[in-house]
């Protein structure tokens, strides 16, 4: 991957604009090699994989047709939102399974008390 520097400029060789990451910097431009998308465009953070990046990611083709050339910096965030909030949901799903959980643990918990409460009454009303 011979990819020059543009980071002092935002305009790629065909001069076209470059998409930003929530570094606020330049992403780079890759190639796919996946089955779904062969040989199609898609931008990624500088710094992918190497422990700081944003997780920031954009098609080449949807970058430039959905916002065209000003939109650069939306895109992006557009797509780190909804990674968010793809997050977000997983996570919220995960608690909700634990509190149903939890509630069942609790009525257990509360039948048995229930059960011991009825025990002690029956109890001292013999002995009363
Ligand atoms: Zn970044």
């Not at 909804?82 to 609790?106: F, P, Q, T, V």
């Amino acid at each position: 991957m011979s990819q020059p520097n543009c980071s002092t400029s935002s305009l790629s060789s065909n001069g076209r604009v470059i998409p930003k990451c929530g570094h606020n910097v330049s992403m780079k431009l890759f190639v796919s090699k996946s089955v779904a998308n062969p040989g199609r465009k898609y931008w990624k953070c500088k710094f992918w994989g190497k422990g700081d990046d944003c997780n920031a990611f954009v098609w080449d083709d949807e970058f430039y047709d959905d916002f065209g050339d000003n939109g650069h910096s939306d895109v992006v965030s557009v797509e780190l939102m909804s990674k968010l909030e793809r997050d977000i949901a997983l996570k919220m799903e995960a608690m909700e399974k634990k509190m149903d959980e939890l509630k069942k643990k609790l009525n257990y918990v509360l039948v048995g008390f229930i059960c011991l409460l009825v025990h002690f009454l029956l109890s001292s009303c013999k002995n009363s």
